[in-house]
């Protein structure tokens, strides 16, 4: 599975983004797809999770209500709305799957990755 994501960019503080990751492969369906954020100097750290179906989410305790994660097997896409932005969600948006039946929160049991979209918030 090879993974590209983008929608990043700059905006203001309260402002929205929706970042896609767009996947390769006829089995994309069959994975659990997740977000992960890397602010400079941090460890990367677990935003969103959602299951094959699109049936089942989760969402880190920072971003819940603000973020909404989604998937279209039929596009072979997941996106990350991301609503009232703050300046601490400032980072680099990595896109991961894996093909394990379940949820995931953890960035190194994920084996696809894609390449990160900086999303950078003003103040």
């Known amino acids: 599975v090879q993974l590209q994501a983008s929608g990043g960019g700059l905006v203001q503080a309260g402002g929205s983004l929706r970042l896609s990751c767009a996947a390769s492969?006829?089995?994309?369906?069959?994975?659990?797809m997740a977000w992960f954020r890397q602010a400079p100097g941090k460890e990367r750290e677990y935003v969103a999770v959602i299951n094959w179906s699109g049936g089942s989410t989760s969402y880190a305790d920072s971003v819940k209500g603000r973020f909404t994660v989604s998937r279209d097997n039929a596009k072979n896409t997941v996106y990350l709305q991301m609503n009232r932005l703050q300046p601490e969600d400032t980072a680099v948006y990595y896109c991961a799957a894996d093909s394990y039946n379940g949820m995931r929160y953890r960035a190194r049991d994920y084996e696809y990755w894609g390449q990160g979209t900086l999303v950078t918030v003003s103040s």
């Open positions: 492969g006829r089995t994309f369906s069959s994975y659990i």
